[in-house]
């Protein structure tokens, strides 16, 4: 069975799970490179659709994904990969997971966990800001 | 803060996790009239890519995704629904998770787990088995 990449544009899904606590981490998407060098490295990488390129993830914050399991779904055109996170988070506001607000019955945005880490000490350049944009 | 639907022309992911497991189930896709209709309805309501209008999940087999919770990431542009599922699985193949083939270290996709239900006996009609295609 091959990865269906033909849906959107050579993309497809990747959803980041962390194998030990089930938390879903983040989304990103990846292209066949960027899921040939997951595989090959070890470490998520994405395809940064803002950037038109391959995305290590953690590649200046030092918060790498260690990949644990790869699990693709019926039709093959998304993916879960379970993995050992590296660091206190992959958020680059600064929490562990990029799912830090939840919708109240007001519908309005409320935090849902707190800051495991200063964005502005691992993330120093400017430049670097725009790692965490998908 | 708005949902960012621009992305990928009007549709954003949207990653359906067990509450109660934190298993993830299933990635549908959403358009904004799909999320206002799971806001209104207390059940996840996706938007169908192969046949371009809103998909209730469960609308013919029953196993309707009971929403509990909807969060969002940073750029606003992934949500993240967790769900009560009612049934035995969501997936058409019959598994509780549309996730149950893993890669294994040959670069092959095997099973990580055992059917839930038969889906002959849930999908009758050949026309719904379309049900499930996202």
Known sequence: MEIDFGKSGGLVPAIVQDEKTGD?????????LSYQETRRSGDVVFFS??????WKKGESSGHV???????????A???LIQVEPIGPGVCHEGYRSCFFRSLDQDGKWQLNAERTFTPENVYRAP????????
């Open 65 to 75: 994904l260690k990949v644990r399991d790869i699990r693709v779904d019926g039709d």
């Open 127 to 134: 430049a670097r800001l725009g790692e965490a944009k998908k």
């Open 49 to 54: 659709r803002s950037r038109n390129k391959l």
């Open 24 to 32: 879903v981490l983040m989304l990103g998407f990846m292209n066949d």
């Open 77 to 79: 055109d998304t993916l």
